[in-house]
């Protein structure tokens, strides 16, 4: 086993910033060592862009490659603060320059002969990233895919086979464990994005592997479409915060023609997915999808109506801090009188934080699993 690179010193010296900082939350984990140590002989003999980089949290994998001698790695992370998170870390440790940020497609893994990734939480993310190696990469590719052994499972194996003839798992080692697949098979092709009609809504879903449920509708949005017509009568700009798939935003401008319609999320699949999703329902004109952390390319005061379904899980533990950064959010893009929709499951106590962070909240909408609440701007 190669320790070269936390022998550098380098994998202490990142952080996480500006994603969350807590004590038991760390910018490198067992599986990013893992992953390096088991790529080491490949990232030394790589030769310069054959190295590419899939879901990297905060930089380990990407700038722990390069100082193991990969040149001009390619990366693609879908979180946009794991972007911002490898940014700082490159400059924090003198290595700006040294990867170029590309989207999940042929151009991230073209001719590579080394893929380093982190293992996605759906099957639907693997398969989208296995279609995109196996289909791109150089014969002699080797896929990399780690992740925490209670996250994986044999159906991980089973997606790896449909892009690579050869798979198999290492040892674990610190409760992680990495996937290896090698001989990419002939003729793979890419199914991203999925389509799924939904006549009783009159939507048609568009999903890239890694969007917040696939081309299904959460039951969760689906309470807050079903209160749609009850939203903000006279608003003219309503922003779908949080926005997955882009289900929240496609329904608001085929329901509301006056509306200009915003969409934003952290996550390039998501975005990727609402994009085609608002085409798919020949909306695109009325929709604009940014890319973005909590809305911060949206002005402050300059929005009618928020509708959003908040994120839920930070890791593994339920946490509310991933929502009540959208709830601020919703607090400072509103105009004053403009109005939050949210839904969120009953176990979750956020009506207080809607109450701080944006106005008066009442109760929309109940059932046994969900609350609608909606929040006026004071
Ligand atoms: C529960 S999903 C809801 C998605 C979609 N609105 C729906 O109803 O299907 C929450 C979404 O919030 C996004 N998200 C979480 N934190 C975010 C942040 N800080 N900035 C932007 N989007 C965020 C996630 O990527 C995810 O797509």
Redesign the pocket.
């Known amino acids: 086993m190669v320790t070269g690179v936390a022998d550098l010193g380098l994998l202490e010296q990142l952080r996480r910033e500006p994603d969350v900082e807590a004590p038991e939350l760390v910018a490198v984990d067992a599986t990013d060592r893992l992953l390096l140590d088991e790529a080491a002989g490949l990232l030394a003999a790589a030769g310069p862009g054959a190295v590419a980089v899939v879901d990297d949290s905060h930089g380990a994998l990407t700038l722990g490659a390069v100082a193991a001698g990969a040149r001009d790695v390619r990366v693609h992370q879908d979180?946009?603060?794991g972007e911002l998170a490898l940014a700082r870390n490159a400059e924090r440790t003198g290595l700006t320059g040294t990867y170029r940020s590309l989207p999940l497609g042929p151009g991230l893994a073209d001719g590579a002969r080394l893929v380093l990734a982190k293992a996605p939480k759906s099957l639907d993310a693997l398969r989208e990233l296995t279609e995109v190696v196996a289909s791109s990469a150089a014969p002699d590719v080797t896929l990399l895919v780690g992740g925490r052994v209670k996250h994986m499972t044999h159906a991980m194996n089973d997606v790896l086979r449909l892009g690579f003839s050869d798979v198999h798992a290492t040892l674990a080692r610190q409760k992680s464990r990495v996937l290896v697949a090698r001989g990419p098979r002939p003729g793979v092709a890419s199914s991203s994005p999925r389509r799924q009609a939904h006549p009783d809504l009159g939507l048609t879903v568009c999903a890239h592997g890694a969007?917040?449920?696939g081309t299904r509708?959460?039951a969760?949005?689906r309470a807050?479409l079903a209160v749609l017509p009850r939203m903000a009568p006279d608003a003219r700009t309503a922003l779908?915060?949080?926005?997955?798939?882009?289900?929240?935003a496609t329904a608001l401008a085929l329901a509301r023609p006056e509306l200009t319609v915003l969409a934003?999320?952290?996550?390039a699949a998501?975005v990727a997915s609402a994009v085609e999703t608002a085409a798919a329902n020949g909306v695109a004109e009325r929709v604009r999808v940014v890319r973005?952390?909590?809305?911060s390319s949206i002005p402050d005061a300059s929005v009618d109506l928020v509708?959003?379904?908040?994120?839920?899980h930070l890791g593994a533990a339920v946490v509310t801090g991933?929502a009540d950064?959208?709830f601020a959010?919703a607090g400072r893009v509103l105009r004053r009188g403009g109005e939050l929709w949210c839904v969120y499951n009953n176990r979750l106590p956020h009506r207080a934080a809607l109450r701080r962070l944006v106005g008066p909240t009442q109760v929309a909408a109940s059932d046994r699993h969900f609350t609608v609440t909606v929040s006026t701007r004071r």
């Open positions: 979180l946009l603060v969007a917040f449920a509708v959460d969760g949005t807050l779908d915060l949080g926005c997955g798939t882009g289900v929240l934003g999320d952290q996550s998501a973005d952390d909590a809305a509708v959003c379904n908040p994120p839920f991933a950064r959208l959010a």
